[in-house]
């Protein structure tokens, strides 16, 4: 896989003793931290399979429209993201890693911290699914599904995903 082109800001992957990673998992890891730090862009988003899933506590993206969405969509909810930590704790599949970031919501300025474990699932060098556990979990009752589901839904209606490479770059990407 070519990674010329994917201007993968996130290439100091660290990793816990004892794991190492291919230069295409590095690939793969250091273009979800990009995404996680609000810097998508649609050379990484083509690291997805297009059936690939986004899946966190408030929402569950299916299908490269809903997923876009959700990494396009942190730009526009958050005035800062910062990694605070990051470790990949197994290279296998899922490549798992714990992440710790700090998030500041636009507008109101209220800032949260988010630890998670990230699962990384791939196959014949795209990502397949990403998972991002909250305190290591995803939520499972029913008015939890149904608002993921919804926000899965609505996100790309309100967020704009760009249609070409220009469209990319006029926004920093």
């Known amino acids: 896989m070519s990674t010329s082109g994917l201007k993968i800001e996130n290439t100091n992957i660290k990793t816990a003793p004892g794991v190492s990673l291919d230069e295409q998992q590095k690939t793969l890891v250091g273009s979800v931290l990009d995404l996680f730090a609000g810097r998508p862009s649609l050379e990484k988003l083509q690291l997805w399979k297009d059936e690939g899933v986004f899946e966190d506590p408030i929402t569950k993206a299916e299908g490269r429209q809903q997923y876009e969405a959700q990494w396009y969509g942190l730009q526009s909810a ?44 791939h196959e014949g060098g795209k990502i397949t699914k990403v998972e991002d556990k909250w305190d290591g979990k995803l939520p499972d009752g029913a008015i939890a599904t149904a608002f993921r589901k919804l926000n899965s839904v609505v996100v790309p209606k309100i967020i704009s995903v760009p249609k070409n490479k220009e469209e990319d770059a006029a926004r920093g990407n």
């Open 78 to 121: 958050f005035s800062e993201i910062e990694r605070l930590h990051h470790e990949v704790t197994s290279s296998g599949n899922p490549i798992s890693m714990n992440m710790k970031t700090r998030y500041v919501v636009k507008g109101i300025g209220k800032e949260q911290t988010i630890s998670s474990i990230i699962n990384i699932f």
